[in-house]
């Protein structure tokens, strides 16, 4: 379906006003990064990650035609969830560490609905029923490449979609469609020079620079959210040490980046204000409450959150990494997590068991069994 450029800016302002900071157009359906994304997947770089090597949906990320067959035009928007929360080096080791974007309502389900309302708006500017999908980080789309063709930002050397004037806190969503639009120019400048900030302050050195076509690599094996959100077996043991206290996720590498540090406003979106329940937690607390709980308590529990994603096993299975590594630090600590690692130690999950068992042989050596 044709339209004109009024249709265009009324879809833009639609986007706006349904509480997106950015939006955009794209109308070329073909990929800029297949051969990069070939390389990486042969790389092994996915890890666990099988869905993102599957031929079809490799195919699928490369031309979007092979998602929607009568696609036209994307529209790519942005929402902003930052926050005032303190950074890497002022966080309470005892509590535990939650990515911002995990903190509140899950997003999935605020941007879904806002793409759908978007739709209907879309519709009205148009007149006639548009066909189309909208996807908000679980299709086969290269949501970033999208967005930076759509001149929502630059890729950072963190592999983060980065705006200068507001950061890399922000949400991606999708709408593809039939509609002939007119595609708002891509962001060309990377902004982020000699800088290497990401690089240096990744605990795990899972960001891996760029390649000689300029793209960020990371090997998503070494990445925290990875080994905390993604990965269903056990954390290798080498890297538990470089975990800290964090339970789901990590904002490193955004945390020191410039532009996140000077730039980066406070979400105007209530739904990612961090729940209650799930706000500035000790360790030891949410430990104890989550043995407590089968698996279907705890999604039941945390339905609405990001934190349903590793379920039980791989909550407590952080957790156990986590108060391990507070245990390590000091006689007190140690004597404060040891009951509660004694008792992950006998939990019926063998995943659990095993960090568990691990966390135990990390207390400091000062604080004696039983004390």
Not at 190 to 206: E, I, Q, V, W, Y
């Amino acid at each position: 379906m044709s339209v004109g450029d009024a249709t265009t800016r009324a879809v833009l302002e639609a986007a706006r006003d349904e509480g997106f900071e950015r939006a955009g157009i794209v109308t070329a359906a073909r990929s800029g990064h297949g051969s990069f994304l070939d390389w990486w997947v042969d790389q092994g770089f996915h890890g666990d990650m099988g869905y993102l090597a599957r031929e079809d949906a490799l195919r699928r990320r490369k031309d979007l035609r092979h998602t929607l067959e009568c696609f036209a035009s994307a529209i790519i928007v942005a929402q902003e969830y930052g926050d005032d929360a303190p950074g890497p080096d002022q966080r309470d080791p005892s509590r535990a560490a939650v990515a911002r974007y995990a903190r509140g309502r899950d997003y999935h389900e605020v941007l879904q609905a806002k793409l759908d309302r978007l739709r209907s708006r879309v519709e009205e500017a148009t007149g006639a029923p548009v066909t189309g999908r909208s996807y908000v980080d679980t299709g086969p789309l290269l949501e970033r490449e999208l967005a930076q063709r759509a001149g929502l930002g630059w890729f950072g050397r963190n592999t983060m979609l980065i705006h200068p004037r507001s950061g890399s806190y922000a949400f991606l969503g999708v709408l593809l469609t039939d509609l002939v639009l007119e595609p708002t120019a891509p962001f060309e400048e990377d902004h982020c020079g000699s800088c290497r900030r990401c690089l240096d302050a990744c605990p795990t050195g899972a960001l891996l620079g760029r390649d000689e076509n300029g793209a960020p690599v990371m090997d998503a094996r070494l990445c925290i959210s990875y080994l905390t959100i993604e990965l269903r077996g056990p954390i290798p043991v080498e890297l538990r040490p470089a975990i800290g206290n964090r339970v789901f996720g990590c904002d490193i590498c955004q945390e020191v980046c410039p532009f996140n540090q000077r730039f980066s406003p406070a979400t105007r979106e209530p739904l990612y204000a961090p729940r209650a329940d799930l706000d500035d937690l000790s360790l030891v607390d949410l430990a104890d409450r989550l043995l407590g709980m089968s698996g279907k308590q705890v999604q039941r529990e945390l339905r609405g959150s990001p934190l349903t994603r590793p379920g039980r096993k791989g909550l407590l299975r952080n957790l156990c990494v986590a108060l391990g590594n507070l245990g390590a630090a000091s006689p007190a600590d140690a004597s404060a997590v040891r009951p509660v690692l004694e008792r992950a130690a006998r939990d019926e999950s063998p995943l659990v068991r095993e960090h568990a068992e691990w966390a135990l042989g990390q207390l400091h050596p000062a604080s004696p069994a039983g004390a």
